[in-house]
Structures are given as C-alpha cells and as structure tokens.
C-alpha cells in the first residue's frame, strides 16, 4: 500500500509539473477518439472521413474548451447525415439542440462527460461513466451522462438505417424518416440503457456520500452490480440484446477503476477513526473523523566525500629562526605575534 501511495504522490507532482502539456495531450486524444468513432460509424461524406481532417480538428481542440470539441463533434455528426439524408439531419439538429439547451443550462462545463460516454458505449464499458463520476461528481452530471447515451444510439441507428434510406426513393422517405425516429424515441434497448446508467449514477453517489467504512467500494461494487441488474431485467422482459460477458467484464472494470479512485483520491484509514461530541449554547455536535493517509517523504541520505586539499608546506627556517631567537624568551615578532601564535599558523596553512 505504501508503494501504491508514493506513486500516487509522484504521479500528482509530475501532474502538477506538467499540467498544461499533459491537459492538452487529453484533450487531443478526447477529441481525436470522438471525431474517429463518427466518421467510422456514419462516415457518408467522403471529404471529412480522411483521417487528415479529424487528427486537424483534433489539434485544434487541443487548445479549445471542452464544450468547442462537442459543438465540433456534432457539427460533424451532422455533416454526415446531411450527406446521408436531410430529414434525418434535420432530425438530428432538433435533438441536439434540445440537448445542448439542457447542457448549457445545467452542466456547462462537463462537456467531457458528453464526450466520454459514446466512446465507454463503443468500447463496451459504459458502466465506467456512472461509477467514476458518481464518486466524484453531483447529481447534476446525470444530464450529460444521459445525453451521452442517447447521443451513442443516434449513431448506432443511422448507421442501421443507412442502407435503407440510400435506398428509399421521394415517396417512401418520409415513411423510411417516420421510422427512424419511432426506433430512436421507442428504442428499448435506449431507454433500458440510459435507465441503467442513470440508477447506477444515482447508488454510486448515495453510498459515497454515507458515513460508513469504505463507502467509495461499496459504492462503486454497489453501482456496478445494479448496472447488470437492470441490464439483464431489460433483456429478460423487454426483450434486448444483450451480450452478458462483455457486460459482466465490463461491470468488473468498473468496480476495480472505483477502488482505484478511492486509493488516489480519497485514500482514508478508517482504524483511526475517531468520533467527537461536543455542544454549544445551542446544538449538540456529533462528528465523525476520519484521518487521510498520508505518506512521509523519503529521507536522502547524502554521502559527502571531501576533496583532498593540500596543504601549503610549513616555512621550517622561520620557524627555527624564530625558536632559537630570544636567549629562553618568547620573541615578539610583527603584529605582536608570539611563537606559539606562529607555528599554530604555520600549521594550519
């Protein structure tokens, strides 16, 4: 344990040493990750899926505020669905705008999570969204988790249904545009989703804000395991699809990144735990006390090696001459220097 919490001291001093670089390293790879996940999912205008153009936009939202790389993301989405079909485009715009007014309302600086929760979809471990910022975050980051679900099923449904509206001729898009917004709006696997992420959100935080022995464990497991609760309940009487193993490692993952938050974040020792009373003229007091832990800086041990430094040969002749002046008394030389003053000096030269 105490090897884990010097690394996490060295990891916060590098962190705090290079924070510009390294904010900015994250913010090129957020942005570069949400821009390749669109272009590989809904890629229909040929000039924005050169991989070119995405590493460009990346740059550039490297320097950026968070909530530019979303507005970027979703002019792109709706670059491509233009391309795929206008009403769907149009369908998009007045979802995500509808989105953004929440957002800016709400969450205006938690564009991260909008961001990061498609790409915890894709990669099959959207539970790691609701858990993380469910120990660190408040009950207000359920809205950008909640439209980063239904942002991930917007792509997943165009994609599905581009084949049939590069096929449908004028007179059956409307009715091919009427469906896509039915499956959108009805989807059951959506609203099983986002109801999975929204109570697992909702337990994480709870727990974590109890006053009981490692909350932000039992939070995390907690969150995790109602995740595949409601998961497998949704499959069982709604009928979706679901793949348990990749839901199963998935819900491991996001337990073992919960107690990994806890070691680097709220790292406690809940042996020492004290608890206080006290009162006023008013109230009684009744509070919990549980010391952080801490680690002591390694102490250096410096091993100084002296440099061998010569010494000046001692003047012997003045010395003597000195000794044998003055007939068995002291001679007094210049600057009322006696002999023992002399060859003390002579010594230490």
């Not at 690394?7 to 924070?19: G, M, P």
């Not at 995740?227 to 348990?244: F, H, K, Q, R």
């Not at 010391?291 to 003047?315: C, G, L, M, Y």
Request: glycine share 6%.
């Amino acid at each position: 344990m105490s090897s884990l919490l010097e690394w996490r001291e060295k990891i916060q001093t590098l962190y705090a040493q290079y924070s510009t670089y390294i904010d900015k390293g994250i913010r090129f790879a957020l942005a570069l990750t949400s821009f390749l996940l669109i272009t590989g999912n809904i890629g229909f205008m040929n000039k924005l899926t050169n991989p070119v153009v995405s590493v460009g936009l990346a740059v550039v939202c490297a320097f950026l505020p968070a909530i530019m790389t979303a507005v970027i993301a979703a002019g792109l989405m709706l670059a491509h669905m233009f391309t795929l079909s206008i009403g769907v485009a149009g369908i998009a715009a007045v979802m995500l705008l509808l989105m953004f007014i929440f957002y800016f309302r709400f969450t205006p600086k938690k564009a991260v999570i909008l961001l990061l929760t498609p790409i915890a979809f894709v990669l099959k471990v959207p539970v790691l969204i609701p858990v993380v910022y469910g120990l660190i975050g408040t009950p207000i980051y359920v809205i950008p988790i909640t439209f980063g679900t239904v942002v991930y099923f917007l792509i997943k449904y165009t994609k599905t249904f581009a084949g049939t509206l590069k096929g449908a001729d004028n007179s059956s898009l409307m009715n091919v545009i009427i469906s896509f917004v039915k499956q959108i709006m009805m989807s059951k696997e959506l609203w099983v989703a986002a109801g999975a992420v929204i109570i697992c959100f909702i337990l994480v935080y709870a727990i974590r804000r109890m006053s009981v022995a490692h909350a932000w464990e039992i939070g995390a497991v907690s969150g995790a395991a109602a995740y595949i609760a409601v998961m497998a309940a949704g499959n069982i009487v709604l009928d979706t699809s679901i793949e348990y193993i990749s839901l199963i490692v998935g819900c491991f993952l996001g337990a073992a990144v919960g107690y990994g938050m806890e070691l680097m974040i709220f790292s406690v020792d809940y042996a020492r735990t004290e608890n206080l009373q006290f009162e006023d003229d008013e109230y009684y007091y009744y509070v919990k006390a549980v010391p952080k832990v801490s680690v002591a800086p390694s102490e250096k041990r410096v091993k100084r090696i002296n440099k061998h430094q010569e010494t000046e040969p001692i003047d012997t002749k003045r010395v003597h001459k000195a000794v044998k002046g003055g007939s068995g008394q002291r001679t007094q030389l210049t600057g009322d220097m006696d002999i023992d003053k002399l060859i003390e000096k002579e010594l230490t030269k």
